[in-house]
């Protein structure tokens, strides 16, 4: 029998954290408009308009909602693990892996398999060369880079849970302390290399803050907001950050790739400012529609992620094949097309949404046995796989195109194997046969 979003929301026990849930669906939204705003076609192919338009870039404080999708990620993670440390008696680390990446792993491998598909297509063809399809190739990617680093989250988070139940605040505080370390000898020193160090220390610090969510140690939002706000503005002021919190083309230094201590006070401010709407929205949430519908949406959101620059390739496609006026991005005329041009994006969104829907929906767990080590290595595999195709893309799959991930060198083939590879390891770890429920 099919479980619809009625049923879900009929069954939420009075106690789950309905607040937690609007986030994950707020932040992604978020991220998908940003997206569709800043793609701009121009003669010559994509650009981001927040590079066209440099007085823009103020909105990524508003519109760089990744850090609380990740500090989200902290709060639900933890309350996954003890749930099944309560109940499992057998390889709790494999199990744990499983059960958190099986909506995660699945939609993204069928997109990455979907788009490999048609990229062989398009090269065979000789089609590579068209004004949007190279650049689409190599953009379809990009946002592939969150899944990576949430799936770094996922493989840290039994020991980091254990350092935050242990030391609270200061297990926060030492991995804040650790990215301004690293910043320290990045821009100070000029040490090679260890910025990509704040791949970890940033997001799992963002991380942490949801394991004190869960545990109700975030008692001074205001306070915690404040303080973020202010030590963003002072490092983007005085220091060598740039305004944007999001990465721009041509700039020395970005917020983001690698993560900088100024992006980490910008999530300390958006965390203090969601915790501080947490009450006035709890009301909202009870009501039945309003529940429904972010339960429908919580279904469906990494399908929608996935997906959302797909649908707005195919609208700027449409537009040059039928032959209609593409203004120069930032002008009243191209303004003028935003409204349409997002709401066609939407449509085309939610009809991907109805095909590829049912690879996110949870599955029985496979009766296949496994370990701890075996799902450490498919986790490995996976993360370094999609994390290196996000920096490919899919252009040139048959000519050896690559790239170099730090110090790893990886093409697209290369990468998708490991994904798939690691997927395969993370299923099998996760045995129903091996993890026997008490009682």
Same mark, same amino acid.
């Given at each position: 029998? *099919?479980v619809?979003?009625r049923?879900?929301?009929?069954?939420?026990?009075?106690?789950?954290?309905?607040?937690?849930?609007?986030? +994950? !669906?707020?932040?992604?939204?978020?991220?998908?408009?940003?997206?569709w705003?800043?793609?701009?076609?121009?003669g010559?192919?994509?650009?981001?308009?927040?590079?066209?338009?440099?007085?823009?870039r103020v909105?990524?404080w508003?519109?760089?909602?990744?850090?609380?999708f990740?500090f989200?990620?902290?709060?639900?993670h933890?309350?996954?693990?003890?749930? =099944?440390?309560?109940r499992?008696d057998?390889?709790?680390?494999?199990?744990f892996?499983?059960?958190?990446?099986?909506?995660l792993?699945?939609?993204?491998?069928v997109f990455?398999?979907a788009?490999?598909?048609?990229?062989?297509?398009v @090269?065979?063809a000789?089609?590579?060369?068209?004004?949007?399809?190279?650049?689409?190739?190599?953009?379809?990617?990009?946002?592939?880079?969150?899944?990576?680093?949430?799936?770094?989250?996922?493989?840290? #988070?039994? %020991?980091?849970?254990?350092l935050?139940? +242990?030391?609270? $605040?200061?297990?926060f505080?030492?991995?804040?302390?650790?990215?301004?370390?690293?910043d320290?000898l990045?821009?100070?020193?000029?040490?090679?290399?260890?910025?990509?160090?704040?791949f970890?220390? !940033? $997001?799992?610090a963002?991380?942490?803050?949801?394991?004190?969510?869960?545990?109700?140690r975030?008692t001074?939002?205001?306070?915690?907001?404040?303080?973020?706000?202010?030590?963003?503005?002072l490092? /983007?002021?005085?220091?060598?950050?740039?305004l944007?919190m /999001?990465?721009?083309?041509?700039?020395?230094?970005?917020?983001m790739? %690698?993560?900088?201590?100024?992006l980490?006070?910008?999530g300390?401010?958006?965390?203090?400012?969601? @915790?501080? =709407?947490a009450?006035?929205a709890?009301?909202?949430?009870e009501?039945?529609? /309003? $529940?429904?519908?972010? !339960?429908?949406?919580?279904?469906?959101?990494?399908?929608?992620?996935l $997906?959302?620059?797909?649908?707005?390739?195919?609208?700027?496609?449409?537009q040059?094949?039928?032959?209609?006026?593409?203004p120069?991005?930032?002008?009243?005329?191209?303004?003028?097309?935003?409204?349409? +041009?997002?709401l066609l994006a939407?449509?085309?969104?939610a009809?991907?949404?109805?095909?590829?829907?049912?690879?996110?929906?949870?599955? %029985?767990?496979?009766?296949t %046995?496994?370990?701890?080590?075996?799902a450490?290595?498919? &986790? #490995?595999l996976?993360?370094?796989g &999609?994390?290196?195709l996000s920096?490919?893309g899919?252009?040139g799959i048959?000519?050896?195109?690559?790239?170099t991930?730090?110090?790893?060198?990886? #093409?697209?083939? *290369?990468? &998708?194997?490991?994904?798939l590879?690691?997927?395969?390891?993370?299923?099998?770890s996760?045995?129903? +046969?091996?993890?026997?429920l008490?009682?």
């Amino acid at each position: 029998m *099919t479980v619809t979003a009625r049923d879900l929301a009929a069954a939420t026990p009075a106690t789950r954290d309905r607040w937690v849930d609007l986030l +994950r !669906v707020a932040s992604l939204g978020t991220v998908v408009l940003g997206h569709w705003l800043m793609a701009a076609v121009a003669g010559d192919g994509i650009g981001n308009l927040l590079a066209l338009v440099p007085p823009l870039r103020v909105l990524t404080w508003g519109l760089q909602v990744m850090p609380v999708f990740f500090f989200v990620g902290g709060f639900a993670h933890a309350l996954s693990y003890r749930s =099944l440390a309560r109940r499992a008696d057998g390889p709790l680390y494999a199990a744990f892996l499983r059960a958190r990446l099986q909506r995660l792993l699945r939609p993204t491998l069928v997109f990455v398999l979907a788009w490999t598909a048609l990229a062989l297509v398009v @090269q065979l063809a000789d089609l590579d060369g068209g004004r949007l399809t190279g650049a689409a190739l190599r953009l379809v990617t990009q946002p592939l880079w969150f899944i990576g680093i949430h799936l770094a989250m996922v493989a840290f #988070t039994p %020991p980091l849970l254990r350092l935050h139940e +242990r030391h609270g $605040w200061a297990a926060f505080a030492a991995l804040a302390g650790a990215a301004a370390l690293v910043d320290v000898l990045r821009f100070a020193f000029g040490v090679p290399y260890v910025e990509f160090l704040n791949f970890a220390f !940033v $997001w799992l610090a963002v991380h942490q803050l949801g394991f004190l969510r869960a545990d109700g140690r975030i008692t001074r939002p205001a306070v915690l907001a404040a303080a973020g706000l202010a030590g963003a503005v002072l490092l /983007v002021a005085a220091g060598p950050y740039p305004l944007s919190m /999001v990465g721009m083309p041509g700039e020395k230094v970005s917020n983001m790739a %690698p993560p900088t201590l100024a992006l980490l006070c910008h999530g300390l401010w958006l965390v203090g400012a969601v @915790q501080l =709407l947490a009450r006035p929205a709890a009301a909202l949430l009870e009501r039945p529609r /309003v $529940w429904r519908r972010v !339960v429908a949406a919580n279904g469906v959101a990494m399908t929608v992620f996935l $997906w959302h620059l797909t649908a707005m390739l195919g609208v700027y496609a449409a537009q040059l094949a039928l032959g209609l006026a593409l203004p120069e991005p930032a002008t009243a005329a191209w303004w003028a097309q935003v409204p349409p +041009r997002i709401l066609l994006a939407a449509l085309v969104t939610a009809l991907l949404v109805a095909c590829f829907r049912r690879f996110e929906a949870p599955v %029985p767990a496979a009766p296949t %046995p496994g370990s701890g080590p075996v799902a450490a290595l498919g &986790i #490995t595999l996976a993360l370094l796989g &999609i994390l290196g195709l996000s920096l490919t893309g899919l252009g040139g799959i048959l000519d050896g195109h690559g790239a170099t991930l730090i110090v790893l060198p990886l #093409t697209a083939p *290369t990468a &998708i194997g490991m994904a798939l590879a690691g997927a395969l390891l993370v299923d099998r770890s996760g045995s129903a +046969r091996r993890v026997r429920l008490r009682g």
